[in-house]
């Protein structure tokens, strides 16, 4: 399964990136915001991305949406890890249709949970 | 001629003295004006001036604060350098001490094996089995390893998840900043009303933050309370209520609002507030 891991601060992709592998994920592609995220999409075809909500050019949020209406890749998994923990953040990811949400900082242990909760629903 | 117009001059005279008496009250006035504003003048220098020396100084601020955030970000570089590889040789290490054991085993089998076949003294024999259980016995001694490479691991693994402090903290200082600036525009347009010179203070301004780069409320918050609430809400459970969001649009909304009562400004209590109190 191939993940791509958004985020604009180069040390937390570096920090999921260890946690994937940690838990089993070893094949990961990276981009620095959400616009870089959508080329990926195409040149990468991952199978489940990773976001961050605050960055640069177009954020997480909006990245979502993106997904979310594009042709190809609608259906793809999105796991949103960020600092913004309150209930109204959480409730806009929701609206953007997000699979599930993680607030930084965050551990391997509930990385591999919103996983395979993510793959076991899907 | 002059009797008939006597009444007009007389009246003439009386508005004329009329208005000498008033000239005299304003102009007393007058002068009482010009000494408060000489009294003035020297103060509104003196806040221009302070005004000035403070918008300033806020461009070093943000710069000081900037460079606060590149010397994290290096120095977590760094730290994950040095987690990346520790990892790898204990990975590497966990894996020969597993392998060993196996390998001990197959061989020490193989050994009896041959024994069997070709040993007949009873004493050579036992002498034999001696020296295998002795050796046998070293592989088995990586086994106390493990869990103190476990352990190693775990501390490991600990150590990258405090390095997210790094991107949160960045996150903060991006909030502080986007605040220093948003002051320096008000005290910008405060001293164009002041001393009319519009634009002569443009070059000196703090470079803008971009507002969807920050969360101004991000926290180092290790108590799984905000992951629990965030995992109540997606669940569709009904989340207690808690603090509002403090958003770069709280910062800006702080100075660009209407006050609230008469001509209310904001406390510092208030500006801590949107950062939590933090």
């Known amino acids: 399964m191939k993940f791509l891991v958004v985020d604009d601060s180069p040390t937390m992709r570096r920090i999921v990136c260890n946690a994937l592998r940690d838990i089993g994920y070893s094949d990961l592609v990276e981009a620095g915001d959400g616009a870089e995220a959508l080329d990926q999409l195409d040149a990468a075809q991952p199978d489940f991305v990773i976001t961050d909500w605050n960055m640069p050019h177009m954020n997480g949020l909006d990245l979502t949406r993106s997904i979310r209406s594009h042709d190809r890749h609608a259906h793809l998994p999105i796991l949103m890890i960020t600092t913004r923990g309150m209930k109204e953040d959480v409730i806009a990811a929701m609206q953007a249709r997000v699979n599930n949400y993680v607030v930084k900082p965050f551990t391997p242990q509930v990385l591999r949970e919103k996983i395979d909760l993510i793959l076991k629903t899907a | 001629m002059v009797k008939s117009q006597a009444p007009h001059v007389m009246d003439r005279l009386h508005e004329l003295h009329a208005m000498f008496g008033a000239g005299q009250r304003a102009t007393a006035a007058v002068e009482e004006l010009f000494g408060f504003l000489g009294e003035i003048l020297p103060l509104m220098e003196e806040i221009d001036g302070s005004l000035r020396e403070s918008t300033g100084r806020m461009p070093l601020a943000t710069t000081q604060l900037q460079n606060v955030t590149e010397a994290n970000e290096v120095a977590t570089t760094e730290i994950l350098d040095l987690v990346e590889g520790a990892r790898r040789r204990l990975d590497a290490l966990a894996d ?183």
């Open chain 2, 96 to 278: 020969y001490a597993a392998g060993e054991a196996p390998a001990g085993e197959a061989a020490a089998e193989r050994l009896r094996a041959l024994l069997d076949a070709h040993l007949a003294d009873p004493a050579a024999r036992a002498e034999a089995e001696r020296l295998l259980d002795a050796a046998h016995r070293a592989p088995a001694s990586n086994a106390p390893c493990m869990p103190t490479l476990d352990e190693a691991r775990d501390h490991l693994n600990r150590i990258l998840i405090a390095l997210q402090v790094q991107d949160i903290t960045a996150q903060q200082i991006a909030a502080v900043s986007h605040l220093i600036g948003s002051i320096q525009t008000r005290l910008k347009a405060l001293i164009y009303k002041l001393t009319a010179e519009e634009g002569t203070l443009d070059a000196d301004g703090v470079a803008p933050v971009n507002a969807d780069t920050f969360n101004a409320a991000a926290r180092y918050d290790r108590s799984g309370q905000a992951q629990a609430l965030a995992d109540d809400v997606m669940a569709g459970r009904t989340p207690p209520e808690g603090d509002g969001p403090s958003s770069p649009f709280d910062i800006d909304a702080l100075f660009s609002a209407p006050a609230p009562g008469a001509g209310e400004a904001a406390s510092q209590s208030d500006i801590d507030a949107l950062f939590g109190g933090a």
